[in-house]
């Protein structure tokens, strides 16, 4: 699916994860590799130029201490994406039955995905029914049969009516069986004064919770004016694209609907029953640039040291209110944040920390993590009780030394003593001059 696209965006990423340095000439580089990509899947030209100077504005301004700057980018580029996709939905299945019409022009995919569709909700444990309403091609309740018997779903079909109204009103008081009743009404080459009748007749007697729009990925972004059609005539709020599987201008039609305020419900991906796919933007760009791993990149956007975190412990230790436990937190997040040093000296009046304390990284911060573990609550809270007996318990609880938590506690002893010396006073001024820009430029 959109096989041409993900290649390009996927290997995009790929690169960028590769290089070595990250700056402006990768950035304009990547930003014109998308720009390209994207126009040559039929994205809007405007859409896409628009998408650019966001991820640009984004980039330039968002740089925080979450992310290094090149998954800042990468995050950037893929919440963007996902932005000119819409929010994605899902069908509400509230009442019972829920009605649905699948509306759309000829050869659409209307009837495949009826046939799809029920299936799906089948799986999900739903009764599903599905309505023949397709009245004006002669085959087309045999299709709705065989497919049916497919999916092994009741259908209702009449081959001899001609008004499909009808149809609704001959197995009208079946419905209340069902929690979901698909209908499939007739396609026209285009939304015509026949077609329009036809869909508001069904609507009237049919009396759907949605009316959903199929429309077919090749047309590109003649899905907007198609979308713009059918939203005017029955209100259009969810839209199918289907046969996504076989078009390069897929990216087109996915852009195309929101511009009309419908979003994307399922996308068809081919012509066997199972290739539905519940439409989700997040998920769909994660899969579009390869990035497999995107939960552990929003994990860590969650988890990650904020800049007001920083702030706040900087804050808490220059007020002399510095525990173990916030030694713990500031080792966390400076595990986060990389280099311990280059953050310190950005801190006004943090210069002249001793060098053990600056050199706090790796397999000693490690270290100081694991002690700080065995302690217990009280301990951690006040590291005057971590003497004597105390430290052997510690030691032999974390496995280390005893001296190592003696080590521990004088590298604690020293921070509190630094932060003791600070004069009050000069507190005030911390926020403004804690060098975020600086800070920020760093990682
Ligand atoms: N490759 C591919 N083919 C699809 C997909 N969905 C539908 N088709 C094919 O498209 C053709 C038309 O599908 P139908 O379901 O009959 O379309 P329709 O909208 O009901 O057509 P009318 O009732 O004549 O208006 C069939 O050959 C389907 O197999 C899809 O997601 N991928
Ligand atoms: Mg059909």
Do not use: W
Not at 9 to 33: C, P, Y
Not at 363 to 378: C, Q, R, V, W, Y
Not at 416 to 439: Q, T
């Amino acid at each position: 699916m959109l096989g041409d696209l993900q290649d390009k965006l996927s290997n995009i990423v790929r690169k960028l994860q590769g290089t070595a340095h990250f700056d402006e000439t990768v950035l304009t580089d990547v930003l014109a590799e998308l720009q390209k990509s994207l126009i040559s899947a039929d994205v809007d030209v405007k859409l896409v130029y628009s998408f650019i100077e966001q991820v640009k504005k984004r980039v330039k301004e968002e740089k925080g201490l979450k992310f290094t700057q090149r998954e800042q980018f990468i995050y950037v580029i893929y919440e963007e994406l996902a932005n000119i996709l819409g929010t994605g939905k899902t069908l509400e299945i509230k009442e019972k039955p829920t009605k649905i019409l699948l509306v759309g022009l000829f050869g659409s995919g209307k009837t495949t995905t009826a046939a799809k569709i029920a299936k799906y909700y089948k799986k999900r444990g739903y009764k599903v029914a599905l309505l023949g309403l397709d009245t004006y091609r002669p085959a087309a309740m045999q299709q709705i049969k065989q497919l049916a018997e497919q999916v092994q779903v009741p259908y209702f079909i009449d081959t001899a009516e001609k008004k499909p109204e009808n149809v609704v009103k001959k197995f009208e008081k079946e419905f209340p069986k069902y929690d979901i009743i698909i209908g499939d009404s007739a396609g026209r080459n285009a939304l015509d004064k026949e077609l329009q009748k036809e869909i508001k007749d069904i609507k009237r007697e049919f009396q759907p919770a949605e009316s959903i729009l199929v429309i077919p990925a090749d047309i590109g972004q003649n899905a907007k004016e198609q979308a713009r059609m059918f939203k005017e005539l029955v209100n259009i709020k969810s839209v199918i694209i289907t046969r996504m599987d076989g078009t390069a201008r897929g990216g087109g039609a996915l852009t195309a609907c929101k511009e009309t305020g419908s979003q994307i419900l399922f996308i068809g991906t081919g012509e066997k029953i199972d290739e539905l796919e519940e439409f989700n933007p997040k998920n769909f760009v994660s899969q579009l640039l390869g990035l497999g791993d995107i939960n552990t990149l929003l994990k860590k956007a969650e988890e990650a040291f904020t800049v007001e975190q920083a702030k706040d412990a900087t804050k808490k230790f220059l007020e002399g209110k510095f525990t173990f436990i916030d030694f713990y937190e500031q080792l966390q997040g400076i595990k986060k944040m990389g280099d311990f040093k280059k953050v310190i000296n950005l801190i006004p009046g943090l210069g002249g920390l001793p060098k053990e304390l600056l050199d706090l990284q790796g397999d000693k911060m490690a270290k100081f993590e694991h002690i700080l573990k065995s302690m217990t609550f009280e301990e951690l809270q006040d590291p005057d009780l971590v003497t004597g007996t105390r430290i052997q318990r510690i030691a032999f609880g974390s496995g280390v030394p005893e001296d190592e938590v003696r080590e521990l506690v004088k590298s604690f002893r020293q921070l509190s003593k630094i932060s003791k010396k600070f004069d009050p006073r000069k507190m005030k001024g911390i926020e403004k001059n804690f060098n975020l820009k600086k800070l920020q430029g760093m990682m």
